[in-house]
């Protein structure tokens, strides 16, 4: 294991190496990305979380109505917008989980939503913010109130004023991310370099482990040292996971998928304002299942 790691690093090294230095990026960059769950796997975990709710209440057992197919299939479980102009970076993300609610007597079924985000310079300072954890909202002895957290932050990394090499991609196929664009996967890069040491390499396999698909055009994000890397979508197996056979939540949170895209228009001052980061944690953490998401 550590002699892959280290042959992984010096691969990796030796590919940065032969391309040049990567120049700061020039054009501003968004993507939203979602990740949709298992349908049969989410309502096994719902009648699952509703049985165990009932248990907890004393209630008598009986039909669960569960919501539709439809429903399911479309909810993004996670849910990502995230924004790349210069020295500033902002990342909106939210998780969502439908469950019996502890607080209703009947354990009627909620949306529950966790955000998190962070807004701001790169290298300087920012703001980051974040909600009541999923976990948390949804316990059965104890649900906690939803509540939202804001801090200043420092963004100053010791990676900031270094030089930074650009991925070399000669060779490293490329693939459809969706709404035009083309992606490389990380662990084609890796392989790619693998070989180039003269050491054989297997690139991307999709029944293998979990791996993330990076913009071909600008797989990083460079602004004066700063490294920030740009994933269209990631594919993870799930189909012996039995987890996600109870809970179907693993394949939303293994496959993201890119629903808008762009580079190069560009984007409002206010997705980098504290107060934009603020909006948004501080909508609900509990809305019907009927609700849009």
Known sequence: MKRAMLITAMALQAGACAAADA???????????????????????????????????????????????????K?????????????????????RLVWPDPRSGSCELKLFHHRHAQVGDICD??????????????DMEHPAAPRVEVSAESNRRTECSRRRQ????????????????????????????????GRPAKGHDPNAAVDFCLYAKQPVYVFNGRHETVVLKS??????????????????YFNHKLVDFSDGQPIPAERFDP?????????PAITAVADSP
Not at 37 to 43: N, R
Not at 75 to 95: M, N, P, V
């Open 23 to 73: 120049p700061n990026s020039s054009t501003p960059i968004h993507l939203h990305t979602i990740g949709t769950g298992d349908v049969e796997g989410l309502k096994n975990g719902i009648r699952t979380g509703v049985e165990a709710c009932r248990a907890t209440k004393k209630l008598p057992p009986g039909p669960i109505k569960l919501p539709s197919d439809a429903y399911l299939a």
């Open 75 to 95: 909810l993004a479980l996670i849910e990502s917008d995230e924004y790349f102009d210069g020295a500033r970076h902002a990342k909106f993300q939210t998780q």
């Open 125 to 138: 300072s920012g703001t980051s913010g974040h909600t009541t954890l999923l976990g948390d909202l949804v």
């Open 166 to 197: 650009a991925y070399d991609l000669e060779g490293v196929p490329r693939e459809d991310a969706g709404q035009g664009v083309q992606c490389v996967w990380h662990s084609d890069v890796i392989a790619n370099a693998i070989r180039k040491l």
């Open 235 to 252: 594919n993870g197996p799930t189909k012996n996971d039995a987890m996600d056979r109870l809970m179907g939540v693993n394949t939303a």
């Open 275 to 283: 107060r934009t980061l603020r909006a948004f944690v501080e909508q």
